[in-house]
T-cell receptor, first 115, second 114 residues
Framework: KAGVTQTPRYLIKTRGQQVTLSCSPISGHRSVSWYQQTPGQGLQFLFE???????NKGNFPGRFSGRQFSNSRSEMNVSTLELGDSALYLC??????????????FGPGTRLLVL | AQSVTQLDSQVPVFEEAPVELRCNYSSSVSVYLFWYVQYPNQGLQLLLKYLSGSTLVKGINGFEAEFNKSQTSFHLRKPSVHISDTAEYFC????????????FGRGTSLIVHP
């Protein structure tokens, strides 16, 4: 069974641009969560999608958005990039939901550098 | 609001020695507790989780953790570490029930020396 895949793996953007990251969950998984990992702030929860609906959201500005498609693939978008958005963005999937009961499986992440 | 404190940023230990990685949390509601491991240049992997029931939780790779409600702690232990256990370990907490909104600790770097 293929694991969680994230594309691209590495990305370089400049301030003010926007970026879209993609996550393909494990086959049969309907929940996709996104996380940001930085040296300064550590690991932070961005949001969770389940059956194409955002179910939970962390404390991030509106520049961070996402969506989920009918095949459970998810995209995350960051608009008007800032230097502080440089981070490793991790995606995780689980079967029915990330309500703590279901185990999440993480992808390798997309490393974004904003110049 | 929740918070997680991992008391040690780095823990050096010799191979085959026991290790304990400490985690304390603060929350106004009941919580689920988790330990994750992150190997270099990889995503996170769940080691174990406490949802309810027995306070001693066994996970993968020989790790276990004990939930202590009175001390609001969830320390991770392994009786004998291997070189391959060298990694970053994260403790996390989430409100129990429907909403999964995890809060992570800053991580503990476990360094196993031969």
């Amino acid at each position: 069974k293929a694991g969680v895949t994230q594309t691209p793996r590495y990305l370089i953007k400049t301030r003010g641009q926007q970026v879209t990251l993609s996550c393909s969950p494990i086959s049969g998984h309907r929940s996709v969560s996104w996380y940001q990992q930085t040296p300064g702030q550590g690991l932070q929860f961005l949001f969770e999608y389940f059956s194409e609906t955002q179910r939970n959201k962390g404390n991030f500005p509106g520049r961070f958005s996402g969506r989920q498609f009918s095949n459970s693939r998810s995209e995350m978008n960051v608009s008007t990039l800032e230097l502080g958005d440089s981070a490793l963005y991790l995606c995780a999937s689980s079967k029915e939901g990330a309500g703590g009961v279901e185990t999440q499986y993480f992808g390798p992440g997309t490393r974004l550098l904003v110049l | 609001a929740q918070s997680v404190t991992q008391l040690d940023s780095q823990v050096p230990v010799f191979e085959e020695a026991p290790v304990e990685l400490r985690c304390n949390y603060s929350s106004s509601v009941s919580v689920y507790l988790f330990w994750y491991v992150q190997y270099p240049n990889q995503g996170l992997q769940l080691l174990l989780k406490y949802l309810s029931g027995s306070t001693l939780v066994k996970g993968i790779n020989g790790f276990e953790a004990e939930f202590n409600k009175s001390q609001t702690s969830f320390h991770l232990r392994k009786p004998s570490v291997h070189i391959s256990d060298t990694a970053e370990y994260f403790c996390a907490v989430s409100p129990s029930g429907g909403s999964y909104i995890p809060t992570f600790g800053r991580g503990t770097s476990l360094i196993v020396h031969p």
